[in-house]
Structures are given as structure tokens and as C-alpha cells.
């Protein structure tokens, strides 16, 4: 599927033992070629102004709240809240996101490709471009 969306993954365990949740190839949506985290986020910030040319990414918040606004090519936004570390939440390319975190969130991203500065598109005007061009 080729529009964000949320993966709830198996949670393994009980209240009195805690949990372990899982990713692997057959449950996850693209071979993972990096993964990064974020933390310390302050929660007066807002984060992301950006979208990518061609990554794709699953993100967890493996710990605190997230709340993503993301904007597709056709001008319309959808929020999507991650609140329990067994929910992912896929994103493909060409999404202009925009992130708040509460203040003990830890942001964990797996994505389709390794760093590429070139993948990014930082400016909002030129993502409405490539919008005004499908
Ligand atoms: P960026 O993706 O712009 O973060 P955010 O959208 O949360 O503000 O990345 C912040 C900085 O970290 C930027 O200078 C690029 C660098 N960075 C890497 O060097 N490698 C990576 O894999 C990522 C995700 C970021």
C-alpha cells in the first residue's frame, strides 16, 4: 500500500512481565537499510518540514507520544499518533511531514535507504511544485 499507514506489530508478554514486540522481513514493509533514532526532543518543537524524493520509512515511537502530520502530493493531511511501541507507522515518498514530540519520546525510523542529503526536499514551495506537476 502505497499510503501511510499504521502497522500494529504482535506484543508479546503480559502486564506482568512487560513485552517484546518484533520486526522482521516477512512483517516488515521494505528490506530496511538504516535505521536511526531520535531523543531529547524538547516539546515546544516542531520537527520535519521535509519530505523525500524516494525513501520510505516505518517509525516507531518506542517510547512517549508522536504525533505526525503528513501531506500528500494531492494538498491533503492527515495526522497519525504513535502512542504504544508496537505501533508503526509507514510513510512513502513524497509525504511533507511535520512532528511533535512529548518530552520523553524516542523517535526510532527504519528506512529504505541509506543518508542521502539529495533525497531530501527541504523547501515546502518546491514540494507544491512537484504537486503542481502530477
Ligand atoms: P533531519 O532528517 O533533518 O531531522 P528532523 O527532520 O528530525 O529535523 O536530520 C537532522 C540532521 O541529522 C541533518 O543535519 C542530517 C543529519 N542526519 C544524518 O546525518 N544521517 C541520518 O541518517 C539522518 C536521519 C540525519
Redesign the pocket.
Known sequence: MSVPHLIEFSKIGSPALGYITVGENSTLPFAVQ?V?W?YY?PDSVI????AHHDLEQLIFATSGRIEFVLEGLDGKSETFVLDSPNLGLYIPRLYW?T?KFSHNAV?M?L?SK??S?ED?I?EYDEFKALAANV
Do not use: M, N
Open positions: 538504516r536511526y531520535t526532543t520537527r520535519g518540514h521535509h511531514r512532528i523517535l525510523c528506512a541509506e543518508y542529503e531530501y527541504r
